[in-house]
């Protein structure tokens, strides 16, 4: 009897677990670390309903080699933030590249105190604006994390580009986008608005 009752207490936990949502790694890894207490930026009563990300269909056009150009000598600036808080970055240099027939350019920056940590010395941060922010994507603009490169170019996948946490939870700190980062494009790649269900 005890074996029997065993038995179907696990058949029903593991029909309670739901496979991860989304259409690629990066999209269930993203998902997972949403669920998950530890990792998501969600607060707890969002978390509780949380299903998955909304993203836009993976496009292998969005995933550009950007020619990149080192800028050595810029000067570190307070980058704003949504709060009082203004770490200091710096301009670490230049990418240009071409995407929907359009010539484009953004700065890449290196967050000063966070390349100290260990596992971050290699990490650069990527902001940019464009045209779906406000109507597809938050109004404040997406990110992109990358690394430094070997060479003079630079691989961007804008379809892992994320929300700032500030579009989750405003108990965070983000940094605003510098206006300089603007595309005059659709980036249809990427996650979506965070709509609350």
């Given at each position: 009897m005890l074996l029997s009752f065993l038995f179907t207490m696990i058949l029903g936990c593991t029909q309670d677990k739901k496979p991860l949502l989304g259409d690629t790694a990066y999209q269930k890894e993203q998902n997972a670390k949403f669920k998950d207490a530890a990792t998501s930026p969600l607060t707890e009563k969002d978390r509780?309903?949380?299903s998955a990300l909304e993203f836009f269909k993976f496009d292998s056009t969005y995933v550009v080699t950007a020619n990149f150009k080192r800028t050595?000598?810029?000067?570190?600036?307070e980058m704003p933030t949504t709060t009082e808080r203004k770490p200091m970055y710096v301009k670490y240099g230049e990418l240009t590249f071409v995407l929907k027939n359009k010539a484009c350019k953004l700065n890449i920056y290196q967050d000063i105190e966070l390349v100290k940590k260990e596992g971050f010395k290699d990490h650069l941060f990527l902001p940019f604006i464009d045209e779906t922010n406000g109507e597809?994507?938050?109004?404040?603009?997406?990110?992109?994390?990358?690394?430094?490169?070997?060479?003079?170019?630079?691989?961007?996948?804008?379809n892992e580009a994320y929300n700032p946490y500030c579009a989750y939870n405003p108990r965070y700190s983000c940094p605003v986008v510098p206006l300089e980062n603007s595309l005059d494009l659709r980036i249809e790649a990427g996650v979506k608005m965070f709509t609350k269900h």
């Amino acid at each position: 009897m005890l074996l029997s009752f065993l038995f179907t207490m696990i058949l029903g936990c593991t029909q309670d677990k739901k496979p991860l949502l989304g259409d690629t790694a990066y999209q269930k890894e993203q998902n997972a670390k949403f669920k998950d207490a530890a990792t998501s930026p969600l607060t707890e009563k969002d978390r509780k309903t949380f299903s998955a990300l909304e993203f836009f269909k993976f496009d292998s056009t969005y995933v550009v080699t950007a020619n990149f150009k080192r800028t050595p000598n810029e000067a570190p600036f307070e980058m704003p933030t949504t709060t009082e808080r203004k770490p200091m970055y710096v301009k670490y240099g230049e990418l240009t590249f071409v995407l929907k027939n359009k010539a484009c350019k953004l700065n890449i920056y290196q967050d000063i105190e966070l390349v100290k940590k260990e596992g971050f010395k290699d990490h650069l941060f990527l902001p940019f604006i464009d045209e779906t922010n406000g109507e597809d994507s938050y109004g404040g603009g997406r990110y992109l994390d990358t690394s430094l490169p070997e060479g003079s170019t630079m691989v961007l996948n804008f379809n892992e580009a994320y929300n700032p946490y500030c579009a989750y939870n405003p108990r965070y700190s983000c940094p605003v986008v510098p206006l300089e980062n603007s595309l005059d494009l659709r980036i249809e790649a990427g996650v979506k608005m965070f709509t609350k269900h």
